[in-house]
């Protein structure tokens, strides 16, 4: 098993340029999450999902948008990129139920300029 | 609301213990531990469950106060294999929370031989 990855592992973009990260999960997870992280500031969440077709707003949400259309994918999204959106992104899976670790994936590094 | 841990960052010789805290100021139902390594995806150490019941890492222990909303980590005898960065993610009772975690900025942990 491939448990977590993400694609890609590294880009730059330009201000005001949009792009798609995926993140692909073969645990058969139920729930998806997208974090990003800051130096400093921890793991902040994004969006996440409970299932196939839904998603809901994490603590950071603005900026961003995401998708989940089948229960292995989870993707996010920057429609217009802000330099203040330079950050290391990881997402996550878990079974469902009560308290389950959280599996992460390797990360993907975003630079804005 | 972000947990606090602390100290904010630790230095070990190999052999000697160290604990880690974290602390919430509101009502929890788990706390999570995590472990990163420098430009590596955190890993899963353990969950202590409101109760008292445990699950994770066989060598690292941790204690929940449920009344104190306080967890601890203790790292004995620690070996260079240790050092990273340790994060306590907090889980709440209430809210719908849908087992998100809200996590703590880390506590740097390096171990010297």
């Known amino acids: 098993n491939a448990g977590v990855t993400q694609t890609p592992k590294f880009r730059v973009l330009k201000t005001g340029q949009s792009m798609t990260l995926l993140c692909a999960q073969d645990m058969n997870h139920e729930y998806m999450y997208w974090y990003r992280q800051d130096p400093g500031m921890g793991l902040r969440l994004i969006h996440y999902s409970v299932g196939e077709g839904t998603t809901a707003k994490g603590e950071v949400p603005d900026g961003y948008n995401v998708s989940r259309l089948k229960k292995q994918n989870f993707l996010l999204g920057l429609e217009s990129a802000a330099p203040s959106q330079t950050s290391v992104y990881f997402c996550?899976?878990?079974?469902?139920?009560?308290?389950?670790?959280?599996?992460f994936g390797p990360g993907t590094r975003l630079t804005v300029t | 609301q972000q947990p606090v841990q602390s100290p904010q960052a630790v230095i070990l010789r190999e052999g000697e213990d160290a604990v880690i805290n974290c602390s919430s100021s509101?009502?929890?139902?788990?706390v999570h531990w995590y472990r990163q390594k420098h430009g590596e995806a955190p890993v899963f150490l353990m969950i202590?469950?409101?109760?008292?019941e445990q699950k994770g890492h066989e060598k690292i222990s941790a204690s929940f106060n449920e009344k104190k909303q306080q967890s601890s980590l203790y790292l004995t005898a620690s070996q260079l294999s240790y050092s990273g960065t340790y994060f306590c993610g907090t889980e709440r009772v209430y809210g719908g929370s849908q087992g998100n975690l809200i996590f703590g900025k880390g506590t740097k942990l390096s171990v010297k031989p």
């Open positions: 202590l469950l409101k109760g008292g």
């Open positions: 509101k009502a929890l139902y788990s």
């Open positions: 996550a899976s878990r079974n469902t139920g009560n308290s389950y670790e959280q599996y």
